[in-house]
């Protein structure tokens, strides 16, 4: 019995990664569309707000190297999506990544949790929509919904705000109406928040003043904050700059929305890695842009931290110029409203197509080639959601959702980098292939071999590969095998370093103090790392690799790990609730309907043609000739 269950956690999505076909949503987005699509879920209108209350109370002017710092933590789990986007050009973003690496139960928690965070991130900058719109009409709409429909309950908001709710309804129709029609939307609108962010950094830096990134606290100043620091360009050290940077992570979260357009995309394997890099590099530059500016314009303890753009230009006497930051906010709003939604209905249609959540939601309309029972059920969803929830206190689980994605997408990278995938690896085979008339070789790779047989080797045998004494150059059962290993213990370590670094050891054991702890946890890591870059790599060419790897990787891991155990207990608590209703789902439902839960009973999952599944001589074709323009 509980062999049967582990195998029906652990069995894996059976695809082929490079095959771009068989797919019914329509295939029309390309590079420029991904990029801006990346760039307007990340930037939105985080770049006029998060500047200002980072630089007064956390890390000073030296906020640009905190956002310098955050960039590049996040360009690590970029280069990780941009690996899988080229090895698995599907729909569902880090769900269908994990499910093809690690296994099926894995691959539903993290798209259980993707459903939460883009359902959060949409009502929430619905809201945030809504009062942003409010304040430019002297909050009338605030006034006449909490007087006609008033709500005193706990962690509900004080009214129903319908303005909202109306908002995310008008973009779960122009979602549904077409992938093309909503991407000109957002291109627009991206391309217009990008000349207020040009315009912004000119127009501040004008009035720039270089001992602001040298200037000390006069005694007299009466600061807003609890604290004011001790002057200079680290007014609260590098601890602060550090403390800095974690808290403008959040601000780059969001271009994991390339990622679940692997089945809209012309051409996937190409355009994924590119987009994710470029739009990582634009929102470092605009981050870094306005950081700059405003520590240059305005001492860093008078920032303002609810609107640092606007009171800035005032205080230089530019009042007109925070009109126009006004606008930008607006195009923000916009765009980090599609964002957040455009990737709800593309992870759920995945799961729907696997099976592990009800197959209505996979259905495509005919016409509009769009996921739109998907779609529409979203937004729906996010609508109610906006209408009547206090989410100030959910936003916090958008980042659980965000982080376990990445941690996972990192993980899966060092696992699939790693693994032995020639036909003589039969360690990996868990169930018969489907009784078909004309199995080809591909096929067999898709619907793998029932093995009987248990890799086995001796102590020996593994001691030797742990640090490759026999020089292997490809991987091996065996290699495999230590490598799995390895970064699964590396991954585990992660969790007690992190909690110790953040609340200190539990443990306070007389002859084993827990700086000796910590520090053999760190030679833990380091071996677990150290015998992880020893093994061979698996030689296949790839459209985009990671560089650097294990180690890259490695620090994404880590990186997201201890930001995930940074988070309240509050907010774990609420994670926690969720995920009891998500196993309920999938104990009730999924693992009795996966597709994969069909292949094992020799069955051909419902909707779903095995044809579709078969790489098509086009296909096979286009794939040679991109591979052979990258070499």
Known sequence: MLSSLTSRFTRRKQLDATSSSGSSLSRCLTTLDLTLLGIGSTLGVGVYVLAGGVARDTAGPSVVLSFLIAGVASAFSGLCYAEFGARVPRAGSAYVYSYVTVGELAAFVIGWNLILEYVIGTASVARGYSGYLDSLLNNSMKDAFRAAMPINEPFLAEYPDWTAFAITLVLAVLLSVGVRESTRFNNIFTILNLCIVIFVVLAGMSQADVANWSISVPANTTIVGEKKGAGGFFPYGFSGTLSGAATCFYGFVGFDAIATTGEETKNPQKSIPIAILVSLSFVSLAYTGISSTLTLMLPYYL????????FAFHHAAMPWAGWIVSIGA????????????FPLPRVLYAMASDGVIPRALAKVHPTFQTPLAATLFSGLLAAFMALVFDLTQLVDMMSIGTLLAYTMVGVCVLLLRYRDSSSQSSNFCSYKPLATNDLNDSEEELFPCNSSNTFVFTRKEYLRQLFNLDRVISPTPLSSHVAQHSAIMYTILCIPFSIMVIHGSPFHLKFFPPKA??????????????????????????????????????????????????LSWQTWVRFSVWMLMGFMVYGGYGWRNSSEEYRMKGKVPPNEDTNDLKLSKFDQNKNENDLDDIE
């Open 303 to 310: 920032q303002d931290s609810a609107a640092p753009l606007p």
């Open 330 to 341: 607006l195009f923000g709003l916009s765009t980090s409203l599609l964002g957040a939604m």
């Open 517 to 566: 702890m910590l520090f053999f946890m760190v030679l833990k890591m380091i071996f677990s790392l150290v015998v992880l870059n020893k093994q061979p790599q698996d030689p296949s060419p790839l459209p985009f690799s990671v560089p650097l790897v294990p180690w890259l990787p490695a620090a994404s891991v880590l990186i997201n790990i201890f930001l995930t155990l940074k």
